[in-house]
Protein backbone atom coordinates (compact mmCIF):
# COMPACT_ATOMS: atom_id res chain seq x y z
CA UNK A 1 0.00 0.00 0.00
CA UNK A 2 1.26 3.41 -1.06
CA UNK A 3 0.68 6.63 0.86
CA UNK A 4 0.47 9.79 -1.32
CA UNK A 5 1.22 13.13 0.52
CA UNK A 6 -0.56 16.34 -0.89
CA UNK A 7 2.04 18.31 -2.75
CA UNK A 8 2.13 22.23 -2.65
CA UNK A 9 3.79 24.75 -5.57
CA UNK A 10 6.39 27.17 -4.35
CA UNK A 11 6.71 29.64 -6.68
CA UNK A 12 10.11 31.91 -7.26
CA UNK A 13 11.02 35.23 -9.10
CA UNK A 14 14.39 35.15 -9.88
CA UNK A 15 16.33 36.74 -13.07
CA UNK A 16 16.19 34.55 -16.36
CA UNK A 17 20.20 34.11 -16.31
CA UNK A 18 20.27 33.07 -13.05
CA UNK A 19 17.90 30.54 -14.00
CA UNK A 20 19.35 28.61 -16.66
CA UNK A 21 22.73 28.75 -15.22
CA UNK A 22 21.29 26.57 -11.94
CA UNK A 23 19.38 24.87 -14.54
CA UNK A 24 22.98 23.97 -16.11
CA UNK A 25 24.43 22.86 -12.77
CA UNK A 26 21.63 20.79 -11.82
CA UNK A 27 21.67 18.96 -15.17
CA UNK A 28 25.36 18.42 -14.92
CA UNK A 29 24.31 16.25 -11.77
CA UNK A 30 21.24 14.64 -13.25
CA UNK A 31 18.77 16.44 -11.64
CA UNK A 32 16.23 19.44 -12.36
CA UNK A 33 15.74 22.67 -10.36
CA UNK A 34 12.73 20.90 -8.93
CA UNK A 35 14.88 18.00 -7.45
CA UNK A 36 17.81 20.26 -6.06
CA UNK A 37 14.64 22.64 -4.25
CA UNK A 38 13.43 19.47 -2.84
CA UNK A 39 16.60 18.47 -1.54
CA UNK A 40 17.45 21.68 -0.34
CA UNK A 41 14.46 21.69 2.02
CA UNK A 42 15.23 18.37 3.14
CA UNK A 43 18.56 18.96 4.01
CA UNK A 44 17.16 22.22 5.94
CA UNK A 45 15.16 20.17 8.07
CA UNK A 46 16.96 17.06 8.84
CA UNK A 47 19.82 19.34 10.03
CA UNK A 48 18.13 22.57 11.34
CA UNK A 49 20.46 24.52 9.50
CA UNK A 50 20.04 26.31 5.74
CA UNK A 51 22.92 24.44 3.29
CA UNK A 52 24.62 27.23 1.97
CA UNK A 53 28.51 28.36 2.15
CA UNK A 54 29.17 32.17 1.98
CA UNK A 55 32.97 31.61 1.85
CA UNK A 56 34.77 32.08 -1.38
CA UNK A 57 36.20 28.36 -2.49
CA UNK A 58 38.51 29.67 -4.61
CA UNK A 59 41.63 32.29 -2.89
CA UNK A 60 41.68 35.78 -3.49
CA UNK A 61 44.43 37.46 -5.34
CA UNK A 62 45.83 38.89 -1.54
CA UNK A 63 46.58 35.09 -0.64
CA UNK A 64 47.46 34.05 -3.68
CA UNK A 65 49.83 36.45 -3.57
CA UNK A 66 51.30 35.68 -0.12
CA UNK A 67 51.20 31.89 -1.28
CA UNK A 68 53.93 32.91 -4.53
CA UNK A 69 55.92 34.89 -2.14
CA UNK A 70 55.86 31.73 0.59
CA UNK A 71 57.10 29.68 -2.42
CA UNK A 72 59.94 31.74 -3.74
CA UNK A 73 61.35 32.22 -0.04
CA UNK A 74 61.21 28.28 0.34
CA UNK A 75 63.15 27.89 -3.27
CA UNK A 76 65.69 30.51 -2.47
CA UNK A 77 67.03 28.07 0.90
CA UNK A 78 67.17 31.37 3.09
CA UNK A 79 66.51 30.50 6.59
CA UNK A 80 64.09 32.74 8.74
CA UNK A 81 65.16 35.10 11.70
CA UNK A 82 63.70 32.40 13.62
CA UNK A 83 65.97 28.56 14.29
CA UNK A 84 62.49 26.51 15.83
CA UNK A 85 59.18 26.43 16.36
CA UNK A 86 59.31 27.71 19.68
CA UNK A 87 61.07 30.68 19.14
CA UNK A 88 58.62 31.47 16.41
CA UNK A 89 55.68 30.87 18.48
CA UNK A 90 57.23 32.46 21.51
CA UNK A 91 57.56 35.83 19.09
CA UNK A 92 54.18 35.62 17.96
CA UNK A 93 52.86 35.53 21.64
CA UNK A 94 54.31 38.97 22.27
Avoid at 65 to 77: K, Q, T, W
Wanted: a negative charge; aromatic letters at 8%.
Amino acid sequence: MRFLMSASTLTIRMDDELKRSAADVAEYYGLDLSSVVRAVFKQMVNTGRIPLTFAPEEPNGESLNAAAEADSFMASGKTGRFTNGHDLLEAAMR
